[in-house]
């Protein structure tokens, strides 16, 4: 079965930072493009960035491009999501996919709130 | 950043009749690889979106046959032929020819 499990959302002021993970089983992480994709509270789906199997290609939405960093340890089976510089439009729930292009598996997705 | 605009935004259904869904894309979604990623995805209430269709007509693992795509170029459209209550929720297309975008969510209903 495969499971996309993310964690590390919180509250957090403007202007500061959290970091998102997304721990993956069941399937080859290694072998997958992986994304993330945001959903503000009660909106559609935003696409935020992806990452290459082995990191040396990334991708950014204009609207988190120079804040947010996409990484990834494939011996750890681990996603991250470095988020700076945070503001108020970047509250919603964020979940990590597998896939670049088809975004097959998703995980439960991980509340980030940011407020003073 | 290439457009996705859903019709209609919310459609009311009876049980076990059929539904559709279309999506335009404000341009072409043919990828200079050949493909087509035009994908369809469903979110139940208080769940995380689930992949249906990808490539405009591919089902996805465990996805009902009755769910299907069609379409081409800058026209695509999502058909349930039979309605089921656990079909309740929204439905988003996305494409991935570019960097992803997604339409606006069209809610599918139980009349």
């Known amino acids: 079965e495969v499971q996309l499990v993310e964690s590390g959302g919180a509250l957090v002021q403007p202007g500061g930072s959290l970091r998102l993970s997304c721990a993956a089983s069941g399937i080859t992480f290694s072998t997958y493009w992986m994304s993330w994709v945001r959903q503000a509270p009660g909106k559609g789906l935003e696409w935020v960035g992806r990452?290459?199997?082995?990191?040396?290609?990334?991708y950014y939405a204009d609207s988190v491009k120079g804040r947010f960093t996409i990484s990834r340890d494939n011996a750890k089976n681990l996603l991250y999501l470095q988020m700076n510089s945070l503001r108020a439009e970047d509250t919603a729930v964020y979940y990590c996919?597998?896939?670049?292009?088809?975004?097959?598996?998703w995980g439960q997705g991980t509340l980030v709130t940011v407020s003073s | 950043d290439v457009v996705m605009t859903q019709t209609p935004l919310s459609s009311p259904v009876t049980l076990g009749q059929p539904a559709s869904i279309s999506c335009r894309s404000s341009q072409s979604l043919v990828h200079s690889n050949g493909n087509t990623y035009l994908s369809w995805l469903q979110q139940r209430p208080g769940q995380p979106p689930r992949l249906l269709i990808y490539?405009?007509?591919n089902r996805f693992s465990g996805v009902p046959d009755r769910f299907s795509g069609s379409g081409a170029g800058t026209d695509f459209t999502l058909k349930i032929s039979r309605v089921e209550a656990e079909d309740v929720g929204v439905y988003y297309c996305m494409q991935a020819t570019q960097f992803p975008t997604f339409g606006q969510g069209t809610k599918l209903e139980i009349k």
């Open positions: 490539q405009i007509s």
């Open positions: 990452i290459k199997q082995d990191g040396s290609e990334k």
């Open positions: 996919a597998s896939g670049g292009w088809n975004l097959e598996w």
